[in-house]
């Protein structure tokens, strides 16, 4: 699996980011989620970059154009429910694309540090031969990804995926190259190096769902 790092090379990405992690400024929560829909944008328009292109002919009220178009089938799945804005943000740029939504989410059957991930709800699309784009902000422990790969598998064989998310950790980075297939690539905007012993990314931002869309009931 390859990685690719937006904030390797300066941009207004850095902007959003800081914002994203500010305590001051994430309580706000228009426009947290405009920042994460923004770097949705962002890393949209990267991985349009590589697509597969075909050349089509276009009229214009005073001739003929020929211009590359992208001619992949693309299929956004969003991780519910904090993927939502990242979501938006690749899908306001790949507009024609088909959609998925599955639920993933850290269950402690104990009421400690200790938990699985559970998927519990899927509506997709067939994946077969198209180009997959796997959405969800906060890459901690991978386990999210890799279990919504397998809950993915009954709906065919992407020809190419493609993970989207804003912060991740290095532990997590690492644990995706050994479950992801080679014709997977990491858009990520910002690798921070820790997890606690909760399994959050330090310095991370907290918790993107509840900062989206407001605190919930634990279960």
């Known amino acids: 699996m390859q990685v690719e790092e937006i904030l390797k090379t300066n941009s207004?990405?850095?902007?959003?980011?800081?914002?994203?992690?500010?305590?001051?400024?994430?309580?706000?929560?228009?426009?947290?989620?405009?920042?994460?829909?923004?770097?949705?944008?962002?890393?949209?328009?990267?991985?349009?970059?590589?697509?597969?292109?075909?050349?089509?002919?276009?009229?214009?009220?005073?001739?003929?154009?020929?211009?590359?178009?992208?001619?992949?089938?693309?299929?956004?799945c969003s991780i519910l429910r904090a993927g939502l804005p990242l979501h938006q943000g690749i899908l306001n740029y790949f507009d024609d694309a088909e959609n998925s939504f599955i639920s993933a989410y850290r269950h402690h059957p104990d009421n400690d540090e200790k938990f699985e991930i559970l998927v519990e709800y899927l509506?997709?699309?067939?994946?077969?031969?198209?180009?997959?784009?796997?959405?969800?902000?906060?890459?901690?422990?991978?386990?999210s990804f890799s279990n919504v790969l397998n809950a993915l598998k009954p709906m065919g064989i992407p020809d190419k995926i493609h993970l989207v998310s804003v912060i991740a950790s290095m532990e997590g980075v690492e644990y995706l190259k050994t479950e992801f297939p080679e014709n997977s690539k990491l858009w990520i905007a910002t690798i921070d190096h820790e997890l606690d012993n909760n399994g959050y990314i330090v310095p991370g931002l907290g918790d993107a769902g509840d900062l989206c869309f407001g605190s919930k009931l634990q279960h």
């Open 123 to 143: 509506a997709s699309p067939s994946l077969e031969g198209k180009t997959l784009i796997l959405a969800d902000p906060m890459l901690a422990t991978g386990r």
């Open 12 to 76: 207004i990405a850095n902007k959003f980011i800081s914002q994203l992690r500010d305590t001051g400024i994430q309580q706000d929560r228009m426009r947290f989620r405009r920042n994460i829909e923004r770097l949705g944008e962002i890393m949209a328009y990267e991985l349009s970059k590589e697509l597969e292109y075909e050349t089509a002919e276009i009229t214009t009220p005073l001739g003929k154009s020929k211009i590359l178009l992208p001619e992949n089938e693309l299929v956004i």
